[in-house]
């Protein structure tokens, strides 16, 4: 086959709010050939900024968060919470032909994206090393999840089993229960804007030196950051941290407590902060002195603290308490439950949450862009498997017989 060099990329979208100013990344090609969440979430941020993403999955052997409930039309929410604005191509990369496409894409492209098992681009000859002739330009993240030359960098990496080596687990949950995991996938999102760090800093680099560059994000590495304070602690201290539930090793009062009429966190951290909760709960004795009124008192004499708190929390409504904590500038939270959270209006109207298609006639919230004060792009859909695998290999000069080939070869969908 002989193909045509690709015409340039069409413009980004059109910009929110009217703007006229190109997002960041208008005109930089991304090629997210990642699965499940740290690798889409890190394209989805790069899409906002303005990139132009093409994912690249296989014909058949689809993303297994495609699957994951809650789905309408066949759309996962999951999967359409971190990919949409993105393009779709369904190439099959254990097919010659297939590798032969893959290849054409990335000579165009910018930035790859992709979290294949160590080893398995260099089987399919797209390693590092093979693609730097074709894309010198060309800045790969590949997304691992331990460490190259670690004792366990072979090895699969999902959340669960990340929270769990790297400790994070132990120190979730409370004091009397087993380990947790945490709720939110900590780790997979935060590698995801590690990614995205490393991308944008790739790209500024190449600005100066006309060279790609290959980069690689670990979740073990993300998870060891988020424990930097924990890490820090045990090697001076040579003691684990244990699990406190809602509360802190270092801080006291900071849980959760009772009211009357529901759970309220309390976050008293310091010795003003405690000084003035003791004046709203009534702590202060005849003479006015303040009970446990060092920090290290406190630490050291939890139980009576947490006991003294909760005694005097329990006799609130929650609502009085919060708004009195409020004008005593004392930090004070609701528990919500995650649908009492998002009902809240305002994060609609600040673009704190957003909403977007999930099928033909459904609509979802989907968090909104992580900051202001940058021109973003337009979001769109989540696009179905190969849903543009026509348009963007036409764009690189693909059509006609040569897409019926490499369809009845298998080669693409």
Known sequence: MTWAAREQPA????????SSAAPPLAGVRVIDASRVLAGPFCTAILADLGADVIRVEHPT????VRGWAPEVDGMSAAFAAVNYSKKAVAIDLAHAEGVAVFKRLLADADVLVENFR???????????EALRPIAPRL????????????????????????????GIMSITGEAEGEPVRCGPSVVDFGTGMVAVIAILSALRERDRTGQGQYVEPALLRTATALLGLQVAAV?????????????????????????????????????RL????????????????????????????????????SKAVARWARSDLLRVLQTEGIPGAPVNTVGEYVSDPSLMTTGVLQRTSLGSS??????GVLFEG??????????????????ILNGLGISGDDLDRLRQWGAIR
């Not at 398995?120 to 390693?127: I, N, P, Q, V």
């Open 61 to 64: 052997q689809q993303d297994e």
């Open 362 to 367: 459904h609509e979802m919230l989907v968090p």
């Open 235 to 271: 090697s001076v201290s040579g003691v684990s941290p244990s699990r406190r539930g809602s509360g802190h090793d270092a801080l006291v009062p900071y849980r959760i407590y009772e009211c009357a009429d529901g759970p309220i966190l309390i976050a008293a951290g310091n010795d």
């Open 274 to 309: 405690w000084e003035r909760i003791c004046g709203v709960l009534q702590f202060n004795d005849p003479c006015g002195d303040v009970p446990f009124p060092r920090l290290a008192a406190r630490v050291a004499s939890r139980n009576a603290v947490d006991a003294l708190v």
């Open 374 to 391: 940058l021109a973003t792009a337009k979001r769109t859909p989540a696009p179905r498997v190969g849903e543009h695998t026509d348009a």
């Open 118 to 128: 160590p080893g398995t681009l260099e089987r399919m000859r797209l390693g590092a």
């Open 11 to 18: 413009s980004n979208p059109a910009l929110d709010g009217g």
């Open 139 to 166: 800045i790969h993240c590949s997304i691992r999840a331990f460490p190259q030359n670690t004792s366990m960098a072979a090895l699969p990496g999902y959340e669960a089993s990340m929270q769990a080596i790297s």
